[in-house]
Nanobody, 122 residues
């Protein structure tokens, strides 16, 4: 499976943005997909993940504000981001979950897509 994240942009604090992660090749609908982000000068951070069946799990910093969903017909996973904060500024990536030891660790994911920049102004 090959992934491509899109939908990033500039938004004011308190605003919303929806990112998309499009998949091509492989069995997209049978894969769990994760979202990560990397802010300037920071390590890559787990945002959330969605299983093939639609079960979601989120990192503490986005819980209650971000929602992950998927449309297997379109081979797309979405990241709806509400009540955005300046600290959400980062490049956002999606990836396929390939290991099941630690859902929040980037080493459990592969086939990383090209990221998309999200900038939240105060």
């Amino acid at each position: 499976v090959q992934l491509q994240a899109s939908g990033g942009g500039l938004v004011q604090a308190g605003g919303s943005l929806r990112l998309s992660c499009g998949g091509s090749g492989g069995a997209f609908r049978t894969n769990s997909i994760g979202w990560f982000r990397q802010g300037p000068g920071k390590e890559r951070e787990f945002v959330g993940t969605i299983t093939s069946g639609g079960t979601t799990f989120y990192g503490d910093s986005v819980k209650g504000r971000f929602t992950i969903s998927r449309d297997n017909v379109k081979s797309t996973v979405y990241l709806q981001m509400n009540n955005l904060k300046p600290e959400d500024t980062a490049v956002y990536y999606c990836a396929v979950r390939i290991r099941f030891e630690n859902v929040q660790h980037e080493g459990s994911y592969g086939s990383w897509g090209q990221g998309t920049q999200v900038t939240v102004s105060s």
